[in-house]
């Protein structure tokens, strides 16, 4: 575990210690692929998570298991411990840092809003502080969301639109880490890249999002509640695959700059940067279980209720010319296909438990 992690390192800053980035949140849903993906490649990765019980942590586990056969190790730790982290960022060479670790969820919220204060906040500045401390300074490429929009109706929303209307306090604490994200950057020369991805979907996805549930409760002939807009205007979402997901994320670590440092005097300001992840494609959700319904060939009983859910936004839709020209990004994968692969995954992973150890 963390000791033979430790024990590869034979000095600080070992020249020979292949790690060179860190990925917070590696054992959610993003962070694996991102993780897997960034490993697979041949980069040097490490972990962190704190297995936190938001939802089914043996899903995280399981996550974790894969990476570690692949040789991603996951440091069980909070991201609040800047101690811990700034003693990983001291044992390899950190280029990077990829911050995925966060309180997600629009809803949960309303429930329990210390954790977004914790992991959003208080979080985002430790895993900052800790960068900053760290010399030379790794580039900090972190998920934002495009919950910042908030009641913005202009779609499809550009990166520079209007952000000041939050619909929740995850989107509150989210537009909130953009604006530590800009101190951080303009004080301490760290290079910051801010992504905001659009409803990301996938294999290994995060149970308490829609099409899982949905998936979960349709297969159990339990009754699904859509959500729609009153007269007839629908809640539509961008729902994003997540291997494009990871391309983007893949392509903002290979573009970032170096950190310059404090000030950033010398070598002049460092570089801050915020771009859409989505599809530019929204799907209306009643759209999303016909896909479902389709591919499980089981009919969903569905409640439709004629209102938004208290805390969402009605519609998301990504702009993405910017990350386009600046990125390479270029969505390849759409809903159909994306949640076929879903579904797959899904029944192999529940139905033929025995055997989840196979990827
Ligand atoms: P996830 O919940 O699956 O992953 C987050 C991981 O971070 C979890 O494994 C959790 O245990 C860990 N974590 C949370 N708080 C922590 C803490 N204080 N210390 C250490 N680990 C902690 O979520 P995800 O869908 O993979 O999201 C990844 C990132 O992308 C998050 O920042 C999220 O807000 C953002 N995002 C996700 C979506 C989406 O649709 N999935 C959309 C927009 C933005
Ligand atoms: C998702 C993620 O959960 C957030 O972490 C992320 O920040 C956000 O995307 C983003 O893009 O920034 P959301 O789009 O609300 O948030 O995702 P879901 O919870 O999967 O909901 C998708 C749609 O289904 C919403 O319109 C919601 O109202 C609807 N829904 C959800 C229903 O109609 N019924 C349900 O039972 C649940």
Not at 53 to 65: E, G, I, N, T, V
Not at 183 to 198: E, K, M, P, Q, V
């Amino acid at each position: 575990g963390w000791d033979s992690l430790v024990a590869q390192s034979a000095t600080p800053a070992d020249p020979d210690c292949n790690l060179s980035i860190l990925v917070t949140g590696a054992a959610g849903f993003v962070g694996f692929h991102v993780s897997l993906a960034l490993k697979k490649r041949g980069d040097g990765v490490v972990g962190v998570d704190n297995f936190n019980r938001y939802y089914d942590p043996s899903l995280k586990r399981d996550r974790a298991k894969i990476l570690e056969r692949n040789g991603v190790f996951v440091v069980e730790a909070d991201i609040n411990d800047s101690e811990l982290l700034e003693k990983l960022l001291s044992i390899g060479k950190f280029t990077h840092v990829v911050h995925l670790a966060a309180q997600a969820g629009v809803r949960y919220a309303m429930k329990n809003p210390d954790s977004y204060i914790h992991s959003n906040i208080a979080g985002l500045i430790s895993v900052l502080e800790s960068i900053k401390s760290a010399n030379p300074q790794p580039a900090l490429i972190w998920a934002s969301s495009s919950s910042v929009y908030g009641l913005n109706s202009k779609v499809p929303f550009s990166e520079k639109d209007r952000t000041d209307q939050p619909a929740s306090l995850y989107a509150a604490t989210k537009k909130a880490g953009e604006e530590i994200a800009h101190a951080y950057n303009h004080i301490y020369g760290i290079s910051i890249t801010g992504l905001r991805f659009f409803t990301v979907y996938g294999p290994w996805g995060r149970p308490d999002m829609a099409y899982f549930s949905f998936t979960k409760d349709i297969l159990k002939r339990k009754r699904i509640m859509i959500y729609e807009g009153p007269n007839q205007r629908s809640v539509a979402r961008d729902f994003t695959y997540v291997d494009d997901i990871v391309k983007g994320c893949l392509a903002a670590l290979d573009t970032a700059e170096k950190s310059t440092g404090s000030g950033g005097k010398k070598t002049g300001p460092a570089q801050l940067r915020v771009y859409n992840l989505g599809n530019t494609s929204p799907v209306m959700v009643k759209k999303l279980v016909s896909i479902l319904e389709k591919l499980l060939k089981v009919e969903a009983r569905k409640q439709v209720l004629p209102m938004p859910r208290n805390g969402d936004v009605m519609f998301t839709h990504a702009n993405l010319s910017l990350a386009e020209t600046e990125l390479g990004y270029k969505p390849t994968t759409d809903l159909q296909t994306g949640l076929k692969n879903f579904v797959k995954w899904y029944l192999y992973y529940y139905y033929f438990q025995s055997e989840k150890s196979v990827m």
